[in-house]
């Protein structure tokens, strides 16, 4: 897909992709999430992440949600281990309210203190509710477990505690630590020449003073293997298994993208869905995931399940583990991966927003975009003895940790 970079004097880059549609789509990502945070301040990325739509210097939260939301623009934002993200749909005449809007909410809020405790509010019922969902809350124990004592564990949203002693020196502290000029990208995907989307960008955003990127970041070291259960007050048993896995940098992330995709990804027909699901039917959802991360990643397979059946459920997967570690993909079978897996990622463009984020990350990491012809190229240039050697240290059950939820009784 075409696309143009214009990097401003602050180090802020304006990511320009043009497209027909009278849609545009707009985002700007920060290089900046949870594992930034200072183990007391467990959930602070996330708090600001909330509260920047609450009041500025000129706006209130009314006339924040307001601004683009009266011309049927949609607004939101999310926060991750490592990123922070404020996104926007819009009809293409509101370019500059969009971008202008992003502009006054990220660098110009003012996180007055009555706001603040009601987001805490708002925050602290959002961790009750995660914690209401055992197949939510095993994923963040079981991440605290993976990476335990590294900021990586910590759970996005924070703790009761955590959240609670959060202030105003803190949030702008973080900021200044954190949110770094040339770690930020504003990203469009719209009908517009790459001159007006300068123009428009350097408008909002050349002002902003210059805060250079300072790597702060610990990487994780590989953590003992731990196996560990508990009793809850559920119904069904949740299990969760997997380890420390490939960096956004590692030449084996393509394969492993694909090894996760054939084994318990997207769709019906993954190896593990098709056996524990659809011949035995033993879980309702059984599914892997493969997180790549700037210097490490997560690998991990989930599934809910009756009590009594867990050990036939794990005893199955484990079988189909050994089948992909010891008996190599043909030929046949790693194409057929590979053509699935591909046409996955060609239909994935057709969510232009998910697509315009993608690029703005990509931008961050790799100060690079690969066209789908080159990802295509590197999804095929993996082997079956690359897809063999992936297996055999990913899915080596003597390196697999595991986190069980059992009901009570």
Same mark, same amino acid.
Request: a negative charge; aromatic letters at 8%; one cysteine or more.
């Given at each position: 897909?075409?696309?143009?970079?214009?990097?401003?004097?602050?180090?802020?880059?304006?990511?320009?992709?043009?497209?027909?549609?009278?849609?545009?789509?707009?985002?700007?990502?920060?290089?900046?999430?949870?594992?930034d945070e200072k183990a007391e301040?467990?959930?602070?990325?996330?708090?600001?992440?909330?509260?920047?739509?609450?009041?500025?210097?000129?706006?209130?939260?009314?006339?924040?949600?307001?601004?683009?939301?009266?011309?049927?623009?949609?607004?939101?934002?999310?926060?991750?281990?490592?990123?922070?993200?404020?996104?926007?749909?819009?009809?293409?005449?509101?370019?500059?309210?969009?971008?202008?809007?992003?502009?006054?909410?990220?660098?110009?809020?003012?996180?007055?203190?009555?706001?603040?405790?009601?987001?805490?509010?708002?925050?602290?019922?959002?961790?009750?509710?995660?914690?209401?969902?055992?197949?939510?809350?095993?994923?963040?124990?079981?991440e605290d477990l993976l990476w335990?004592?590294?900021?990586?564990?910590?759970?996005?949203?924070?703790?009761?505690?955590?959240?609670?002693?959060?202030?105003?020196?803190?949030?702008?502290?973080?900021?200044?630590?954190?949110?770094? !000029? *040339? #770690?930020?990208?504003?990203?469009?995907?719209?009908?517009?020449? +790459?001159?007006?989307?300068? $123009?428009?960008?350097? %408008?909002?955003?050349?002002?902003?003073?210059?805060?250079?990127?300072?790597?702060?970041?610990?990487?994780?070291?590989?953590?003992?293997?731990?196996?560990?259960?508990?009793?809850?007050?559920?119904?069904?048993?949740?299990?969760?298994?997997?380890?420390?896995?490939?960096?956004?940098?590692?030449?084996?992330?393509?394969?492993?993208?694909?090894?996760?995709?054939?084994?318990?990804?997207?769709?019906?027909?993954?190896?593990?869905?098709?056996?524990?699901?659809?011949?035995?039917?033993?879980?309702?959802?059984?599914?892997?995931?493969?997180?790549?991360?700037?210097?490490?990643?997560?690998?991990?397979?989930?599934?809910? !399940? *009756? #009590?009594?059946?867990?050990?036939?459920?794990?005893?199955?997967? +484990?079988?189909?583990?050994? $089948?992909?570690?010891? %008996?190599?993909?043909?030929?046949?079978?790693?194409?057929?991966?590979?053509?699935?897996?591909?046409?996955?990622?060609?239909?994935?463009?057709?969510?232009?927003?998910?697509?315009?984020?993608?690029?703005?990350?990509?931008?961050?990491?790799?100060?690079?975009?690969?066209?789908?012809?080159?990802?295509?190229k590197k999804i095929q240039a993996?082997?079956?003895?690359?897809?063999?050697?992936?297996?055999?240290?990913?899915?080596?059950?003597?390196?697999?940790?595991?986190?069980?939820?059992?009901?009570?009784?």
């Amino acid at each position: 897909m075409e696309y143009n970079v214009h990097t401003l004097p602050n180090g802020i880059r304006l990511l320009h992709v043009p497209s027909a549609s009278a849609i545009s789509h707009a985002c700007i990502i920060i290089n900046s999430g949870s594992r930034d945070e200072k183990a007391e301040q467990s959930g602070l990325a996330h708090f600001i992440e909330h509260l920047i739509f609450k009041r500025t210097a000129k706006r209130n939260t009314n006339q924040i949600l307001n601004r683009l939301e009266s011309v049927g623009a949609d607004l939101n934002a999310y926060t991750t281990k490592e990123y922070t993200c404020i996104h926007a749909s819009f009809l293409n005449p509101y370019l500059d309210r969009t971008l202008e809007l992003f502009n006054d909410i990220v660098f110009h809020s003012t996180f007055p203190e009555d706001e603040m405790e009601k987001e805490k509010s708002v925050i602290l019922d959002e961790i009750s509710s995660y914690l209401d969902q055992p197949e939510e809350a095993i994923c963040d124990d079981f991440e605290d477990l993976l990476w335990a004592g590294h900021p990586l564990g910590r759970n996005i949203l924070g703790t009761t505690e955590s959240v609670n002693k959060l202030n105003k020196k803190d949030i702008l502290q973080f900021i200044q630590d954190n949110y770094h !000029t *040339d #770690k930020i990208v504003i990203a469009v995907l719209g009908n517009y020449s +790459l001159n007006k989307l300068v $123009k428009i960008g350097s %408008k909002h955003y050349a002002d902003i003073p210059a805060n250079p990127y300072k790597n702060t970041r610990i990487v994780p070291v590989k953590a003992p293997v731990l196996i560990q259960s508990f009793q809850k007050p559920i119904q069904q048993s949740h299990i969760m298994m997997g380890t420390q896995a490939y960096s956004l940098h590692h030449p084996y992330k393509t394969g492993l993208l694909l090894l996760n995709n054939l084994l318990g990804g997207t769709g019906m027909s993954s190896i593990l869905n098709l056996q524990i699901r659809e011949k035995y039917g033993i879980a309702y959802t059984i599914e892997t995931s493969y997180s790549p991360l700037s210097d490490t990643g997560i690998f991990t397979l989930y599934f809910g !399940t *009756d #009590k009594e059946k867990v050990n036939k459920a794990l005893a199955l997967i +484990l079988k189909e583990f050994k $089948k992909v570690k010891d %008996k190599p993909l043909t030929e046949v079978q790693l194409q057929k991966a590979k053509n699935k897996f591909i046409g996955q990622i060609a239909l994935g463009e057709e969510n232009r927003i998910g697509l315009i984020v993608a690029m703005a990350k990509s931008l961050i990491d790799y100060d690079n975009i690969d066209s789908l012809e080159i990802i295509f190229k590197k999804i095929q240039a993996v082997s079956t003895a690359d897809m063999a050697n992936i297996a055999n240290e990913i899915l080596d059950e003597s390196n697999l940790t595991s986190l069980t939820f059992y009901p009570l009784g």
